[in-house]
């Protein structure tokens, strides 16, 4: 398959050139750095300047990542940096793998690395966005590449009009490839007044009789671990509800797989030691209900995953954890959104956090009028298609499972 590609890419190239298709693809490749070379001080300070923000490429949350975790190791640095003299800075970095390490697909694209978090926003330097934009691109033509795939991109963001500014001036169009909207929270109103806007009275007031049922149990309490060695303890509370739960049933629980183990216990406490990451935890009594864990970028916190005791659940814990940490975040002058990166239509956060943040997967080519890139494209419409009917098939099954589970009703 890859050879047949391969042929057809070459094939299609001279003819296309003499169309008058820009011929200055590099004859050699340059290879791209491996990204836990790049060093974390230099990541960092670009973090901190960084145009929008993005939780899960912060240096602390991604190098964890490609460290250990599962299918996401041994990312590359698609890094730009400034002309400053006398030395210069990075002023542009996504963490990026190949098409074929991302979907199999061997064909000549970079796509953006999984940083486990459902966001891959690039992070660019707010003061020299397009220039580094410009060199992110240049690094990806210097390594080979016909096209950039930026997955899970906040499509409406500052990142994404820096792109679209620089591929306009390089006659260059980027094609959406599937986009969604996803629960965000505006944290900047008073949070009892985003609750009563969102629930209204009458849910809210169901709520507030389930907190008091599970009171029952002992004083409830929400808790935030935010030191090191208190989201460190916190971290296994949480573990351990989420794989208590259909996640553990399923096998997607990180505490089931060593390396997602290994990668969440180094995260959080190294994220932790800057302020950028939290445990938050609701209690009844001595007993732990439900926990979640928060990452915070500038102005923006992220709500990574939550885990609940199923053995409360006629009592609402997520949602109970979800109301006190809408409280939380709102009450934080430094926190003006928070992202759920849920999936669309998420049935517990969505009527919660009613803003909605666009997230897509955006096509970048690196020449105009590349035979190439559209062999790339139908490539990747092909297998989303494909993935589209076996997810349908999935759910009919499990749907046809619940039913054929359920006794028949007497007569």
């Known amino acids: 398959m890859a050879e047949i590609i391969d042929r057809t890419i070459a094939h299609a190239l001279p003819a296309a050139e003499r169309r008058g298709v820009d011929s200055s693809v590099p004859p050699s490749r340059e290879a791209l750095p491996a990204l836990d070379t790049l060093e974390a001080p230099i990541w960092q300070q670009l973090a901190e300047r960084a145009l929008e923000p993005n939780g899960y490429y912060l240096p602390g949350w991604e190098r964890a990542v490609n460290a250990s975790a599962r299918g996401r190791t041994g990312a590359s640095a ?66 080979g590449a016909h096209a950039l795939l930026l997955r899970d991109m906040s499509v409406a963001g500052p990142a994404m009009q820096a792109f679209d500014s620089v591929l306009r001036r390089q006659q260059l ?112 009594g001595e007993i732990a209900v439900a926990a979640g864990i928060v990452l915070r970028h500038r102005s923006r916190a992220f709500f990574f995953k939550l885990g609940v005791d199923q053995h409360f659940a006629r009592y609402s814990p997520g949602v109970q954890l979800t109301l006190d940490l809408t409280r939380h975040l709102c009450s934080d002058p430094v926190i003006s959104t928070a992202d759920s990166t849920a999936g669309p239509g998420h049935p517990m956060i969505d009527p919660i956090w009613r803003g909605r943040l666009a997230i897509g997967d955006v096509l970048i080519p690196l020449y105009p009028r590349d035979p190439a890139v559209e062999i790339i494209h139908t490539a990747l419409i092909a297998r989303q298609e494909g993935l589209g009917l076996a997810r349908r098939a999935i759910h009919a099954i499990r749907d046809w499972n619940k039913r054929a589970a359920t006794p028949p009703p007497r007569r």
């Open 78 to 143: 698609l890094c730009a940096w400034s002309d400053d003299e006398p030395s210069s800075r990075l002023i542009g970095l996504a963490p990026v793998t190949s098409l074929w390490r991302a979907y199999r697909l061997p064909l000549p694209a970079l796509a953006s690395g999984h940083p486990y978090g459902t966001l891959c926003t690039p992070l660019l330097d707010a003061d020299s966005a397009e220039p580094a934009v410009m060199g992110l691109l240049d690094a990806a033509r210097r390594a």
């Open 173 to 284: 169009r980027p094609r959406l490839l599937q986009s969604h909207q996803r629960a965000l929270l505006d944290a900047t109103d008073d949070g009892e007044a985003v609750l009563q806007d969102a629930l209204g009275g009458k849910k809210l007031k169901e709520l507030r009789r389930q907190r008091n049922r599970l009171a029952e149990h002992g004083d409830v309490c929400f808790k935030v671990a935010r030191t090191p060695e208190e989201a460190a303890a916190a971290l296994e509370t949480f573990l351990a509800l989420e794989a208590s739960g259909w996640k553990g049933r399923r096998g997607t629980a990180l505490i089931q797989h060593d390396g997602d183990a290994a990668f969440i216990r180094r995260a959080v406490p190294s994220l932790a030691q800057d302020g950028a990451c939290e445990i938050i935890s609701l209690f009844a």
